[in-house]
């Protein structure tokens, strides 16, 4: 007669013996010493294409190992790859570590958001790309950059496109405290010396580009990289905001540009050799975004790169203080003169950063 369900219980299990044995399981993973260093440039639905140094260099698509779980790999990082990283078409190499990062520029959804998203890994120079009209500039979210690359340790650049439709005086002397150099230029003006400033900004660095939809960003990236052909569109007449035309973020080659030759239209993807004179850096193209949230900054992150100030707020202010309220000292520190000419300034453009840090300035 059978027996229901609940009259059942684990001692009635049958367990047949391994005559083999069984082997415990390790939590030994291999060393994978002989992984070859790849740079990320462009990351695809579950596949990272990657440049290895060498003469030549190679392009090896790779995918991610199982070990890795849901690390985040972004363009920019360097890996460790084994498996067939010959670079030859229909191959898979996999990817079994990420190499230490040099600098990680990284938001958040908003203020309140724990979790960090990674844009871009081991880039030295943040440019913030900006339209002076059409559509109208937002200064909350250019501060909201700064603050970023402050804490990613990255040099801001600032980019001002269009200038054209509008001047650009009157922005950026609400930016002149914040000694943050910057580039005007419209790609549009036949003979415009704007352009030839940004590719001196740009020669031998890895700089990634952010700003809103609609801010000229992939007209700007085409005209420095004329095999890039990236997407570029309108800005919408009812809400004065672009459409997304980048979908994601790509790791581009900048030709160098001799005065006497033509503009080199060097393929962005296809390996050079190692040393080649025709490269003269890296940008980084990016998704336009609509927010950028830093619930990930500490507030000391941003003041220390105000030098003049921080020593202030180190001597004088409570623990625990924002920077940003009545028992701060470094009223009294600007007063005095501790921050030298033009501290007002400097003191009202870091309150601004912590404003718009913190949300209260959006």
């Given at each position: ?6 009259q059942?219980?684990?001692s ?20 994978h ?51 067939d ?18 600098t ?13 998203r ?23 979210l ?56 940004l ?26 990289v ?17 459409r ?45 975004i ?47 003169g ?12 870091l ?12």
């Open positions: 007669m059978g027996r229901s369900a609940r059942w219980d684990e009635d299990v049958r367990v047949r013996p391994n005559r083999r044995g069984s082997r415990p399981r390790t939590k030994e993973r291999p060393k010493e002989d992984a070859i260093i790849g740079r990320v440039t462009a990351v695809d639905r579950g596949r990272w294409t990657t440049l290895v140094p060498g003469t030549p260099e190679r392009v090896v698509t790779a995918m991610r190992a199982r070990e890795l779980g849901r690390t985040p790999i972004v363009v920019g990082d360097r890996v460790g790859m084994v498996g990283t010959s670079g030859q078409r229909d191959t898979l190499a996999r990817i079994v570590r990420v190499q230490e990062r040099e990680v520029l990284r938001r958040t959804a908003d203020d309140t958001d724990p979790v960090e990674v844009i871009v890994a081991n880039a030295d120079q943040l440019v913030v790309v900006a339209a002076l009209a059409d559509p109208q500039p937002r200064p909350r250019i501060d909201r950059c700064l603050v970023a690359a402050y804490d990613a340790g990255m040099d801001p650049l600032l980019v001002l496109t269009k200038a054209d439709l509008a001047s650009a005086h009157d922005f950026l002397a609400q930016y002149a405290p914040l000694d943050v150099p910057h580039v005007v230029t419209s790609v549009l003006v036949p003979g415009s010396t704007g352009l030839a400033h590719r001196e900004r740009l020669a031998g660095r890895v700089s990634v580009l952010v700003g809103h939809s609609g801010v000229g960003k992939s007209t700007l990236v085409n005209a420095l004329p095999a890039a052909h990236r997407a570029t569109g309108l800005v919408n007449d009812v809400t004065g905001r672009g997304h035309t980048s979908t994601s973020a790509l790791a581009l080659r900048l030709p160098a540009v001799d005065p006497q030759e033509p503009l080199l239209a060097v393929d962005p993807q296809e390996p050079l050799l190692e040393g080649d004179p025709d490269v003269a850096g890296w940008i980084i193209d990016t998704p336009g609509r927010s950028f949230g830093l619930a990930h900054v500490e507030a000391e992150t941003i003041i220390r790169h105000f030098p003049e100030l921080w020593a202030g707020a180190d001597a004088g202010c409570p623990r625990g203080c924002s920077h940003d309220e009545d028992d701060c000292a470094l009223d009294a520190w600007v007063a005095e501790h921050a030298g000419p033009g501290g007002e300034q400097r003191l009202d453009s309150r601004r950063l912590l404003r718009a840090r913190s949300g209260e300035d959006s």
